[in-house]
């Protein structure tokens, strides 16, 4: 009898983790992504934090953003082997731009690619399976050691992000998300105020990028992410769904 007692009492018990994640989004709603930004990089989460940046069309303004608060904060990119080269171009031209100094990009393993993907035409076949050896599975590996780790996910890109909080949980750890309520025209804003360079591929119609094979242009009046993925109900490659899109095994990014 005490045994089932005491196990109800600790089923009840609110986990400290939530409760923090609670208390971080009551007093950061509102509150600037700089400020947020400074809370996580030399208060909440020292030393036990990276960004993940994809380097693509609105990724400049949270780098220029976090550059300001430490240019050292590691960055981890994953490089699929699928990217356009126009990607990794920016990637190279963002970290010398800002001072970046320890930009890191984790690519799929061999033995993951050998074993799912030896022909590398996986995506044309199960484009879930394929972002989860090529993009959730190298994430998984990057963020290891790290506690926190900082998205550059926004509210009004998708309607499964139109609820984001800047604070969540996710397979253990504190995810950051200090663009959250920015709008399509505060990226737009701020890129022009601060003169960033843009992704060379936006001028092209490619307003949302990701992998070669499955990105495509976007014409004038398209939602900016119709060109993912296009012609399928995927939005999501998988790095930003519970378990790292594990459910996936394959479903995903």
């Not at 509102?30 to 609105?58: H, K, N, W, Y």
């Not at 082997?81 to 799929?108: H, I, M, Q």
């Not at 025209?185 to 949302?208: F, M, T």
Request: proline fraction near 6%; glycine fraction near 8%; include cysteine.
């Amino acid at each position: 009898m005490a045994l089932a007692e005491a196990l109800r009492a600790n089923e009840q018990k609110p986990d400290p983790a939530v409760a923090r994640v609670a208390a971080l989004n009551a007093r950061f709603e509102g509150q600037s992504a700089l400020d947020i930004l400074r809370f996580a990089l030399t208060e909440g989460f020292v030393g036990d934090i990276a960004m993940v940046s994809s380097f693509g069309a609105d990724s400049a303004v949270l780098l220029h953003l976090m550059a300001q608060v430490d240019p050292a904060t590691p960055v981890v990119m994953v490089d699929t082997n699928k990217l356009f080269p126009d990607t990794l171009r920016y990637r190279d031209l963002l970290a010398e731009t800002f001072g970046l100094t320890n930009v890191l990009s984790e690519k799929p393993a061999r033995e993951d690619l050998s074993k799912e993907d030896p022909a590398g035409m996986l995506w044309m076949t199960d484009t879930d399976a394929c972002c989860h050896i090529r993009k959730v599975v190298p994430l998984e590996r990057a963020l290891e050691g790290f506690g926190a780790w900082i998205s550059g996910r926004k509210r009004f890109q998708s309607r499964t992000r139109a609820k984001l909080d800047i604070f969540e949980i996710e397979d253990g750890r504190v995810k950051v998300n200090p663009l959250a309520d920015w709008s399509a025209q505060d990226i737009l804003d701020y890129s022009r105020d601060h003169d960033l360079p843009a992704h060379p591929l936006v001028a092209q119609g490619y307003p949302s990028i990701g992998c070669m094979p499955c990105t495509s242009k976007v014409e004038p009046g398209e939602d900016p992410r119709s060109g993912r993925w296009r012609g399928q109900e995927k939005t999501e490659c998988g790095i930003h769904i519970a378990s790292h899109g594990r459910e996936v095994d394959g479903s995903g990014i």
